[in-house]
């Protein structure tokens, strides 16, 4: 079955970066796109990147363009996101997902990451 | 940018009741338009994908419909295990982008 399995909780303080790893299986993970969405307390969740895991393509939301960076490691099939220059309101929780097979909607998820970002 | 409101944000229903969550769009364009459901501390699972097709293991009782900028999800029998936050989420083509609703809560009555 498909399984997205991310990394641990983190603390980080202001400025620093944050990154979040998504472990993928029970699928073809050169074949799918894996998106991350991430979602402050009380918040509507919030795109923020994707990567095409075939052949490593990355587009990022303008709101995010210049801190965070998408990339994969075909060989032990995970995604990584890397969030920089962290701020209190990037206090959120992290999720990776895997887009459907080019119909633009998430159809498995990985349990969320929380970061917080605290001095 | 896409704009997608939800309405309403809070809805109160009892068990058995029919319940419809309208999602509206800034933009007219496709259907690639999708629902999921989220209970609190987990991730959100879809529920309704391309507007109106059901995702696989999802009760028959949740539908989707619309086109255009106005989309609705309906829930025709509400169960006590569909007490939860609903998103819309849409993709525009132009701009390759993903947006997410406001969410609405649907809470015991």
């Known amino acids: 079955q498909v399984q997205l399995v991310q990394s641990g909780a983190e603390v980080k303080k202001p400025g620093a970066s944050v990154n979040v790893s998504c472990k993928a299986s029970?699928?073809?993970?050169?074949?799918?796109?894996i998106h991350w969405v991430r979602q402050a307390p009380g918040q509507r969740p919030e795109w923020m990147g994707w990567i095409n895991a075939g052949n490593g393509n990355t587009k990022y939301s303008q709101k995010f363009q210049g801190r965070v960076t998408i990339t994969r490691d075909t060989s032990a099939t995970i995604v990584y996101m890397e969030l920089s220059s962290l701020r209190s309101e990037d206090t959120a929780v992290y999720y990776c997902?895997?887009?459907?097979?080019?119909?633009?909607?998430?159809?498995?998820w990985g349990q969320g990451t929380l970061a917080t970002v605290s001095s | 940018d896409i704009q997608m409101t939800q309405s309403p944000s809070t809805l109160s229903a009892s068990v058995g009741d029919r319940v419809t969550i309208t999602c509206r769009a800034s933009l007219t364009f496709s259907t690639w338009l999708a629902w999921y459901q989220q209970k609190p501390g987990k991730a959100p699972r879809l529920l309704i994908y391309?507007?109106?097709s059901l995702a696989s293991g999802v009760p028959s009782r949740f539908s989707g419909s619309g086109s255009g900028t106005e989309f609705t999800l309906t829930i025709s029998s509400l169960q006590p295990d569909d007490f939860a936050t609903y998103y819309c989420q849409q993709y525009h083509p132009y701009f390759r982008t993903w947006a997410f609703g406001q969410g609405t809560k649907v809470e015991i009555k």
């Open positions: 391309k507007a109106s």
């Open positions: 029970g699928y073809t993970f050169t074949s799918y796109a």
């Open positions: 997902a895997r887009e459907s097979g080019g119909d633009y909607y998430f159809d498995h």
